[in-house]
């Protein structure tokens, strides 16, 4: 969708319809609040419809975007991206630390070679044979992609020559399997925890986590494609009580899977101590970067690093989880802005 037209859908045609909204001296009187605070236009006072009387109270701890981006910049270094971005270094990064990531079964690079996953190169022929002996369900996706776009899942009966031969930049995986409780809640898709680390001193501190679920017969949960987000209790791994889709996709709100009908509250993730420590293993073992969104999937068998972002998405991680200025995170992205503005 055009960027443009997706805003006016997305932000300006939902103001104009709410019959919800504040009284328009209470709505400047929070954006000049929001303005002083943060010394950013408070784009995110609609972004997040603040504006609403059903919003949140603590309005005003809600981060802008913009703020988080500039901190990223300065603590995930760029000369360091490339462990983030390709995911072969990642999890070439995360080797020998603990950390379960899971398994690489191919390689096609961008020229079209093909490589085992431990590097090494192969002949198209035996690389089918491979596959084909292995079986079941693969999941494609693309070396350097986000948000889940270019990933698909393929029957390993179904690759030839051919269609091996046509792939370019891309990584060939077994498709993961839910623990049987998040099966019941959302049977199609795998889906993944997404967790937002931050590192300082040494000190690893989980700021929030939430659950994406697909729908339908959708192959990926993300939530830029359509998912719903729903929020972690961290001391528990219990889900809270509603979900939330993109607003591209018309930000609904759900209380229940609306495939399976389960009630999201009455969900609790099993392996939860194991996927926070496994969280964290992953961000210790990719320092530099001092705030990532590590995704994580839980099996019948435990949680399994499937990749981490340094440019996480703050809105979806607020508008699921709520306002995240008052925690450790937020209050070192403001320092850190404000200090920069002091300083140019």
């Known amino acids: 969708m055009n960027r443009y037209v997706e805003f006016l859908q997305t ?4 103001y104009f319809a709410s019959v919800d909204r504040k009284p328009l001296r209470q709505q400047w009187r929070e954006m000049r609040n929001l303005q002083a605070r943060y010394h950013s236009i408070p784009y995110h006072y609609f972004k997040h419809r603040l504006y609403k009387r059903s919003a949140p109270p603590e309005f005003m701890d809600y981060l802008p975007a913009n703020l988080v981006q500039h901190y990223r910049r300065t603590f995930n270094p760029p000369s360091r991206i490339r462990m983030l971005d390709d995911k072969l270094e990642t999890v070439r990064v995360l080797a020998g630390t603990g950390v379960r990531c899971v398994e690489t079964l191919l390689i096609v690079d961008a ?23 292995r079986g079941g369900l693969l999941f494609v996706k693309p070396i350097d992609s986000r948000g889940g776009y270019g990933a698909s899942r393929l029957e390993a009966a179904r690759i030839d020559a051919a269609l091996l031969g046509s792939m370019r930049n891309v990584l060939v995986q077994p498709v993961l399997r839910n623990h049987p409780i998040i099966v019941a809640l959302s049977p199609g898709a795998l889906n993944t ?21 697909g729908q339908g017969e959708a192959a990926v949960d993300n939530w830029t494609q359509g998912g719903i987000a729903i929020d972690i209790d961290l001391s528990s791994g219990s889900l809270r009580d509603t979900g939330i889709t993109k607003a591209a996709y018309g930000r609904h709100t759900y209380a229940a899977h609306p495939d399976t009908g389960i009630p999201f509250s009455s969900v609790t993730l099993p392996w939860w101590r194991e996927t926070l420590a496994l969280a964290e293993r992953a ?19 435990g949680p399994v690093f499937v990749e981490a972002n340094g440019a996480a998405d703050i809105f979806s991680l607020q508008e699921v989880c709520g306002p995240l200025g008052n925690s450790i995170l937020g209050r070192r992205v403001l320092a850190h802005w404000l200090n920069r503005r002091k300083t140019r």
């Open 111 to 133: 020229s079209g070679v093909v490589l085992k996953g431990d590097g090494t190169a192969v002949d198209t022929g035996s690389a089918v044979s491979a596959l084909r002996n």
């Open 193 to 213: 925890v997404r967790i937002c680390t931050f590192i300082e001193d040494g000190r690893c501190t989980i700021i929030a986590a939430l659950l994406r679920v």
């Open 11 to 14: 932000e300006v045609a939902p």
């Open 283 to 301: 961000a210790e073992g990719l320092l530099p970067h001092a705030t990532l969104g590590i995704d994580i999937a839980i099996t019948p068998d």
